[in-house]
């Protein structure tokens, strides 16, 4: 009886512990890594869909009209605020707060010798919020590159839409801008 009752002891003084970190280890990065991918994808069939029905002219004005509320709605569907944000926005709305600039920052700091930036995750009472880095590749050059490689059509409509644009000059490689997902503990 004695030894059964050891036995109880000892596996609750192992089980309990597992059973609390277990309920503590959601693994967010990754959670946040899949919501992204997925917004990635979808944001680049659509760009691209677009941009083979009409080019620029037709893409930005697209994106004009959809890339916000797309975002947003991705983050609804998976339950999260879901945020794309840069420091040198095309839509004014994509700006960083001053916090977000400094994850930015950091982030922008700590390319590894491959050409990959980190992840962030913090975590508050409430929050957990992860920062997926935006690298900039190459079929983003032709809406974001160098100006003067830019075709004239396309520097029209952007000068039309967004007259105060800064989101161009980017290179490949360069950190473009950052995703923002936050999840509800
Ligand atoms: C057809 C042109 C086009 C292409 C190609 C394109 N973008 Fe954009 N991008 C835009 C427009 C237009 C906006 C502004 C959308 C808005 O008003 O919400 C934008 C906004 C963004 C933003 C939000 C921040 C901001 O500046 O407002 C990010 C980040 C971004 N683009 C990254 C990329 C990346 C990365 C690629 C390549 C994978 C890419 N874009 C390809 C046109 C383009």
């Known amino acids: 009886m004695n030894q059964i009752k050891w036995k109880v002891l000892v596996f609750l003084l192992f089980s309990i512990p597992i059973y609390y970190c277990q309920k503590e280890t959601i693994n967010y990065e990754s959670l946040a890594i899949q ?6 994808s979808n944001l680049q069939k659509k760009l691209s869909a677009a941009m083979s029905e009409g080019g620029t002219t037709s893409a930005i004005p697209f994106c004009q009209q959809n890339a916000l509320g797309f975002t947003a709605k991705m983050g609804q569907a998976n339950n999260v605020t879901l945020k794309r944000v840069t420091d040198k926005p095309r ?3 994509n700006l960083l707060s001053p916090e977000e600039m400094m994850v930015f920052q950091e982030i922008q700091k700590q390319k590894s010798s491959e050409g990959v930036f980190p992840n962030r995750v913090f975590s508050s009472d409430d929050n957990v919020t992860v920062y997926v880095p935006i690298p900039f590749m190459g079929h983003c ?3 974001h590159g160098k100006k003067e490689e830019m075709t004239t059509e396309t520097k029209t409509t952007l000068n039309k839409l967004y007259p105060k644009d800064l989101a161009t000059n980017y290179q490949i490689g360069d950190l473009r801008g950052l995703f923002i997902v936050i999840f509800k503990k």
């Not at 919501?35 to 990635?40: E, G, M, P, V």
């Open 91 to 93: 839509n004014e709305n």
């Open 141 to 143: 050059v032709p809406c």
């Open 35 to 40: 919501i992204t991918n997925k917004a990635k």
